[in-house]
């Protein structure tokens, strides 16, 4: 019998993934901002804002699913 199976594997990185890459990309850029001088502020704008973006991207993406299933079920009736 086995204890781990591959799906199981592939569903820790699927649920995982962007999270830690968003985190990996964050800290990067506030390093660059300390370390790197002129051309670290703009990797850290980058790389920190990265984040906002995502959330800004799902929020929308959410909001017009909604809406679009709500418009569907008033034209069903």
Do not use: E, N
Request: aromatic letters at 10%; proline letters at 3%.
């Amino acid at each position: 019998m086995m204890h781990g199976s591959s799906d199981r594997s592939r569903l820790w990185i699927r649920v995982f993934a962007a999270p830690i890459l968003l985190a990996a990309a964050t800290v990067t850029g506030l390093l660059a901002a300390l370390l790197w001088g002129a051309i670290g502020q703009y990797v850290a704008w980058v790389t920190v804002g990265a984040p906002v973006l995502v959330v800004a991207w799902v929020w929308v993406r959410c909001r017009t699913q909604k809406t679009g299933q709500f418009s569907r079920t008033i034209r069903g009736k």
